[in-house]
Structure formats: structure tokens, C-alpha cells
């Protein structure tokens, strides 16, 4: 069972940027897709950008041209790049398959507030 471990969350003023990494402890190579989820307060987890082996990317309309989806799979590591970010963005992310099959990691905190 691969076991995933995000990082790279933080309080960032709106407008401003983080990039997050997802570790996985086994190879993501043989992985089709890839995703990035988010879950705010009082909310269902959301599916925000998923990512093909081919390197083929989707988003959700709330942060089309705003995140980029990526992998490494190499290095068993997928990132997201966030930026203009803006406090409707306020979540726990995690990454897992897209549709989720492996036990979801921590997740790691994105406050974006003033």
C-alpha cells in the first residue's frame, strides 16, 4: 500500500503563491491519474487538478489558470503550483488517485488570509 505524505502549505496573503508536494513511498509510474483534492471547513472534498502519466491536466473551473498539476515519476512526487491565490482557496489538500484508492495522507494546510 503506497502511504502519501503532503507538505509545502502555510498562511500566504491573497494574491500570493505556494507550491505543494504530495511524497509517495512506492512508484507512481504505473499510476494513470493523479489528483489534487481539497477539503474546507463544512465541506465535501473536492477534486481541484488531476494529472495523466501522459502529463495530460484537468482543473476545476474555481482554479483553472491559477494552480498547475505535475508530476515526477522519478521521484514518486506530484506538485501543485498555486498562485493569485485567494481565501476561497482556505483547504486541506491532499493528493491521491483520481478516483481515490489509496488511504489518504494527513493532508496539508493552505490558509490564505490578510
Known amino acids: 500500500q503506497v502511504q502519501l505524505v503532503e507538505s509545502g502549505g502555510g498562511l500566504v496573503q491573497p494574491g500570493g503563491s505556494l507550491r505543494l508536494s504530495c511524497a509517495a513511498s512506492?512508484?507512481?509510474?504505473?499510476?494513470?491519474?493523479m489528483g489534487w483534492y481539497r477539503q474546507a471547513p463544512g465541506k465535501l472534498r473536492e477534486l481541484v487538478a488531476r494529472?495523466?502519466?501522459?502529463?495530460?491536466?484537468d482543473y476545476a473551473d474555481s482554479v483553472k489558470g491559477r494552480f498547475t498539476i505535475s508530476r515526477d515519476n522519478a521521484k514518486n512526487t506530484l506538485y501543485l503550483q498555486m498562485n493569485s491565490l485567494k481565501p476561497e482557496d482556505t483547504a486541506v489538500y491532499y493528493c491521491n488517485t483520481d478516483p481515490p484508492y489509496f488511504s489518504w495522507g494527513q493532508g496539508t494546510q493552505v490558509t490564505v488570509s490578510s
Open positions: 494529472i495523466t502519466r501522459g502529463g495530460s491536466t
Open positions: 512506492g512508484s507512481i509510474f504505473s499510476i494513470n491519474v
